[in-house]
T-cell receptor, first 112, second 113 residues
Framework: GQNIDQPTEMTATEGAIVQINCTYQTSGFNGLFWYQQHAGEAPTFLSYNVLDGLEEKGRFSSFLSRSKGYSYLLLKELQMKDSASYLCAVRDQSRSTDKLIFGTGTRLQVFP | ETGVTQSPTHLIKTRGQQVTLRCSSQSGHNTVSWYQQALGQGPQFIFQYYREEENGRGNFPPRFSGLQFPNYSSELNVNALELDDSALYLC????????????FGPGTRLTVL
């Protein structure tokens, strides 16, 4: 089956660092995305990992371990505007369809 | 801004009615995917269209159907609306079904009463 797990909610303080974990079990794995979604808005792309290791992009970094079915998103120097839901999505290219399978999202609240 | 637009922004329908949602993909993108996002959930894959043909479908009944046109626009049609169809409907476009990123539109919020 296909299963993606991430924590439902997290809280953190402005200026701190937070790590959002994601574990997955899917067929046809061809990469993992992280999206940010503010309430009532569309998801916006943050990162894409297809090989093992850490990808750094400014304040955001994403890590992937394919053998462990595990990824995390690291947010540094948190700002109030980082309060949003963070979606982990696996790119599944089975049965000739290229689709994203999303977790339920982690709602992050940043406090001053 | 992703260059993907959707209309309408919000829509209210009653049970049993039919609805058509529209999406205009980013220029040059030949693949469009539709997702349903219920409140507090992640988006769920409905189906994908590639070069105007359905190219895969998620776990949704046949009353969910779609079309893709040569001008990069597409439609999602839902017949016999049910209360549980209330959700945010997102379209996402990409190139050749194999690009690294799907670009999401702002979504249509459908409420079924």
């Amino acid at each position: 089956g296909q299963n993606i797990d991430q924590p439902t909610e997290m809280t953190a303080t402005e200026g701190a660092i937070v790590q959002i974990n994601c574990t997955y079990q899917t067929s046809g794995f061809n990469g993992l995305f992280w999206y940010q979604q503010h309430a009532g808005e569309a998801p916006t792309f943050l990162s894409y990992n297809v090989l093992d290791g850490l990808e750094e992009k400014g304040r955001f970094s994403s890590f992937l371990s394919r053998s462990k079915g595990y990824s995390y998103l690291l947010l540094k120097e948190l700002q109030m505007k980082d309060s949003a839901s963070y979606l982990c999505a696996v790119r599944d290219q089975s049965r000739s369809t290229d689709k994203l399978i999303f977790g339920t999202g982690t709602r992050l609240q940043v406090f001053p | 801004e992703t260059g993907v637009t959707q209309s309408p922004t919000h829509l209210i329908k009653t049970r049993g009615q039919q609805v058509t949602l529209r999406c205009s993909s980013q220029s040059g993108h030949n693949t469009v995917s539709w997702y349903q996002q219920a409140l507090g959930q992640g988006p769920q894959f409905i189906f994908q269209y590639y070069r105007e043909e359905e190219n895969g479908r998620g776990n949704f009944p046949p009353r969910f159907s779609g079309l893709q046109f040569p001008n990069y626009s597409s439609e999602l049609n839902v017949n016999a609306l049910e209360l549980d169809d209330s959700a945010l409907y997102l379209c996402a476009s990409s190139w050749d079904g194999g690009s690294n990123e799907q670009f999401f539109g702002p979504g249509t919020r459908l409420t079924v009463l």
